[in-house]
């Protein structure tokens, strides 16, 4: 059985930073593509970046520049090191993942519980 589990959210001020962590278990981590996606309240929820198996890392336009995608095949975890933050990034983000090395859709199969994400002005 496939389990993700986010942590690291909370509430920051605008410019700040915070580092999300997302651990997997259940199957090999390091043969799928992890993706993290967030949802504001009122807002459907959105692609925010993802990471393949080999690596290969896409932003969404909103947060390239500013967001980092990371995996640690060791310790199967994927992170979100997120910088310079906006209060539009309020949100609750969540790691997915699904049966292929390269892609990570909003359907996705397996899907974390949520963090949340305050970003004041």
């Known amino acids: 059985q496939v389990q993700l589990v986010e942590s690291g959210g909370g509430s920051v001020q605008a410019g700040g930073s915070l580092r999300l962590s997302c651990a997997a278990s259940?199957?090999?981590?390091?043969?799928?593509?992890m993706g993290w996606f967030r949802q504001a309240p009122g807002k459907e929820r959105e692609w925010v970046a993802t990471?393949?198996?080999?690596?290969?890392?896409t932003y969404a336009d909103s947060v390239r520049g500013r967001f980092t995608i990371s995996r640690d095949n060791a310790k199967n975890t994927v992170y979100l090191q997120m910088n310079s933050l906006k209060p539009e990034d309020t949100a609750v983000y969540y790691c997915?993942?699904?049966?292929?090395?390269?892609?990570?859709?909003?359907?996705?199969?397996?899907w974390g519980q949520g963090t949340q994400v305050t970003v004041s002005s």
């Open positions: 997915a993942s699904d049966s292929n090395g390269m892609e990570v859709y909003t359907n996705a199969k397996y």
């Open positions: 990471i393949s198996a080999s690596g290969g890392v």
């Open positions: 259940g199957r090999t981590f390091s043969s799928y593509a």
